[in-house]
């Protein structure tokens, strides 16, 4: 679960099954699509072709908790630290 709350930007709240989380979290430091598909576990990395990895990273960059630049994807969403013990 991603909750969007940046300033000048509207409030959002985005729910991810395992696989879509995994391609986000591919993405924490800059994938391209194929590198985003091949960091999923085998048994997963069948089931979507990288034309839907493409697809669904694109989607990310519309509604904005992904940047993409030169083919590469960055997820933006950062851990919730407040939850986390210091």
Partial sequence: MVHDRR???EPADYSFDEREARLLLACEDGATAAEALA???ETEAAD???AEVQEFLDGL???RPIY???G???A??????RLTPS
């Fill in 48 to 50: 979507p072709d990288l």
């Fill in 72 to 74: 590469r994807y960055l």
């Fill in 7 to 9: 300033p000048n930007l």
């Fill in 61 to 63: 960059v519309a509604s």
């Fill in 39 to 41: 960091a999923l576990p």
């Fill in 68 to 70: 993409e630049e030169g």
């Fill in 76 to 81: 933006l969403p950062l851990p919730d630290r």
